[in-house]
Every structure is written in structure tokens, then in C-alpha cells.
């Protein structure tokens, strides 16, 4: 179900005389990974799907809808657990980047410091429908008779532009899709699912996820992130100023002397202010507690800058984490707990790995999106060509 480009079996020097569309295996369903033509972000080396189920027992699952003309958006699903989420909690934090969004279930994760249901992604006028929905579903799981209280947690981002997001298009079965066909292994990028109808610096934007494992010397341990990207800014892939170059960026109509936007991407103001969202999800199978957690989630943003990106005032930036360590999940009712965890100086080396996975996570939320067009309009997905001409040029690539 999940499609992969197969990764580049020709040398560096001989890849460079190729078409950089023949060297990614390039169709108009199936576009490469960021890895996948040459770019390798960071020092650490990822996990076998360098997706965010490189972490053992992580799922992810979508829905995407796609109906007429007018409905562009979809549900993602990041299960934590193969097990009972009820009552085998795991450590969770949240970290706020810039606080303009729909977050549900924050206060009892910040209070708690626990996960006790999936993660939910999906569209902004959506978000409770969604919850509603996957409410419905934890209390008809076996064992769940008796429960009173659930906190879901339900991300968004603002897919309005190419989406009826007045239409809140999203249903329950839409919500049971993405929850139960969620699998580890490959995780399905690009226009699917919560980001069947997003963009980000201007282009189609949508799911991403990447991951990293440390040396054995550094605990071995893994880290692996989802985005859902649709966000502004000034785009940059490891120092090569492609937005700039590509003549798409936040803030191009005044730079240039004029008022207004400039004149391709009229449609939305996300692109000359800022504006839209981001959600970042962070799974790792390190034993750490919710107080390193949100140290954890707060570095993602690092790596979210140094794609572009400046937080504009009307982007939503969250990050959730979790660990999926046995020694430090939790059950409800427990007396007492004793976790066995990392200590405070040993988490230097998860931090590099979360930067370097969210902003891996976000160029193949971008290099894998499709063209994508509702409401009347169509976004483009990042031109492939010119940007690794430039990605070249500046040495990124060779």
C-alpha cells in the first residue's frame, strides 16, 4: 500500500551527469525522498525506514479524502503501541513553538505528563470531530466498559486553501480508517492523509517523517519524527538558499518594492507573511521522563529553523513527544512508580537527533508531495529540477 522509491545505486560522480528526475526514479506518483537524491542532513545515520516506525512498536495510518472539486484533506494516526494505550501509558510532553492553533488534550499531558490514546492529525475545523470520533473508538475497545474520562489529542493545521474546511468534511469512518490500518515499517508521504491538502514555503507541503539511531557507544538509541507541514518562510535545505533562488519566500512583495504579494502565489497570504502551521510528532524508544521529553520536543524547533521557517504570527507550531521505553510507561492507578531513566546528562545526542529528523522530516514532506488542486486552485509541488540545479550549485549535493 505504501509507496518507496528505490534508493540511488549509482555513484556520486555519475549520478550527476543524470537527469536529476531519472536519478530519483521521478513519476507523477511517485516523487524521491530528500535521501534519496543526495541530500544527507546531520551526523547521525537513520533507521531502516527512516520514518518514524524505525521506533519499535510505533504505527502510522491515513485517510485521505478527496471528494469533487471542493474536499482535499485526510486524518493521520501515530499509534505509540500495539498494546492497550489506556492502560499502558507512555511519558508524553508538549512543546508550544507559537501558540496559534487547535491543539486538543494539551492541559493533561502538561499536568499529567502521559499519553492515554493515539495521536490524531488532521484539519482545523475538523479537530473535534475527529476527537469525537476517536473517543468513540478507545471506548469500544475491549476492557474500556467502565472508563469516564478520556483525554484524546488532536493536532491541525489550516488546509483551507485548497480544502471546504467549512464543510468539516471529516467522519467517524475516516478516523476508524486511519487508526486501524496503521503499520509500522514505510511511512506513506506527501499529499496524504492530514496533509492531503497543506503546503509549506509556497508549495505543496503535506506528510513527512524521518528518523536517526545513535552510535551503541551513545546508548543506541532511536528517534523518529512526523510532520505535518503548512507552513511560511524562506526555504533552505542544508544552507542552500532555494527559496531565494527559486523566487518564492515569505515577504518577496516588499523586498522587491511592492505592497502586494508577489504575483504567483496570490492566492494565500501564507506565503508573504508567514502564515499556516506545523505539527511535529517525536517517538523514541530512549527511557526518559516527560521533563526531558519537552526538553526533547523543545529542540524540534531548531530543526524546523533551519528549514526556513521564522514561526510567523499566525502559525501553529506544536510538538508532541513520547518514549516508548517499557521501563517508564505507566498504568492508571499505579500507587507508586519507579522508571528506570536516562538522567539529565545523557540526552545531548537525542537532542541533536531530533534536529536532524524534523528537518529531514520536513524536505520529504516537501520532495514527496504531488501537485494537489481544490477550490479552484492548485499547488504545486516543490519543481524538482531547479532545486537540485541549485542544491548542486551550492554543493549540497555532488
Given at each position: 500500500m505504501t509507496r518507496r522509491t528505490v534508493a540511488l545505486g549509482i555513484a556520486v560522480g555519475a549520478a550527476a551527469m543524470l537527469s536529476?528526475?531519472?536519478?530519483?526514479?521521478?513519476?507523477?506518483?511517485?516523487?524521491?525522498?530528500?535521501?534519496?537524491?543526495?541530500?544527507?542532513?546531520?551526523?547521525?545515520?537513520?533507521?531502516?525506514?527512516?520514518?518514524?516506525?524505525?521506533?519499535?512498536?510505533?504505527?502510522?495510518?491515513?485517510?485521505t479524502v478527496r471528494e469533487g472539486e471542493r474536499v482535499r484533506t485526510g486524518v493521520t494516526a501515530i499509534l505509540p503501541h500495539g498494546g492497550d494505550l489506556y492502560r499502558n501509558r507512555v511519558p508524553a510532553a508538549i512543546h508550544v513553538g507559537n501558540g496559534f492553533g487547535k491543539l486538543l488534550g494539551v492541559t493533561q499531558v502538561r499536568e499529567l505528563g502521559e499519553l492515554e490514546t493515539p495521536v490524531l492529525l488532521t484539519c482545523t475545523l475538523c479537530v473535534w470531530r475527529a476527537a469525537d470520533a476517536l473517543v468513540d473508538w478507545m471506548l469500544a475497545r475491549p476492557g474500556m466498559q467502565d472508563v469516564g474520562s478520556l483525554n484524546a489529542v488532536v493536532g491541525e493545521t489550516n488546509d483551507g486553501g485548497l480544502n471546504d474546511i467549512r464543510a468539516r468534511p471529516i467522519r467517524p469512518e475516516h478516523v476508524v480508517e486511519a487508526l486501524e490500518t496503521a503499520a509500522s515499517g514505510p511511512v506513506e508521504e506527501g499529499s496524504v492523509g492530514a496533509g492531503t491538502g497543506t503546503r509549506a514555503f509556497g508549495w505543496k507541503g503535506g506528510i513527512g517523517s524521518a528518523s536517526r539511531v545513535l552510535p551503541e557507544g551513545m546508548g543506541g538509541h532511536t528517534v523518529g519524527v512526523l510532520v505535518q507541514s503548512n507552513f511560511g518562510g524562506i526555504l533552505d535545505i542544508d544552507g542552500a538558499p532555494v527559496g531565494r533562488e527559486l523566487g518564492r519566500y515569505s515577504f518577496r512583495g516588499a523586498v522587491e518594492g511592492g505592497d502586494d504579494p508577489a504575483p504567483d502565489v496570490t492566492w494565500t497570504d501564507q506565503d508573504d507573511t508567514g502564515q499556516g502551521s506545523i505539527m511535529m510528532v517525536i517517538a523514541t524508544d530512549a527511557p526518559l521522563s516527560d521533563r526531558n521529553l519537552e526538553r526533547l520536543a523543545a529542540r524540534a524547533v531548531m530543526g524546523l529553523a533551519r528549514t526556513g521557517s521564522f514561526a510567523g504570527n499566525g502559525s501553529g507550531d506544536y510538538v508532541i513527544a513520547f518514549s516508548t521505553a517499557e521501563s517508564v510507561r505507566r498504568a492508571p492507578g499505579d500507587a507508586a512508580l519507579d522508571p528506570e531513566e536516562l538522567g539529565n546528562d545523557t540526552v545531548s545526542g537525542l537532542f541533536q537527533a531530533v534536529v536532524e529528523s524534523t528537518e529531514e522530516a520536513i524536505l520529504n514532506s516537501l520532495f514527496r508531495a504531488t501537485d494537489v488542486t481544490g477550490m479552484g486552485r492548485t499547488a504545486e509541488a516543490l519543481p524538482l529540477e531547479p532545486t537540485l540545479e541549485i542544491l548542486r550549485r551550492y554543493g549540497v549535493i555532488r
Open positions: 536529476p528526475l531519472a536519478m530519483a526514479g521521478q513519476s507523477d506518483s511517485e516523487r524521491p525522498r530528500a535521501r534519496d537524491v543526495g541530500i544527507r542532513i546531520g551526523i547521525f545515520e537513520p533507521g531502516t525506514h527512516n520514518a518514524i516506525t524505525d521506533v519499535a512498536g510505533v504505527r502510522v495510518g491515513h485517510a
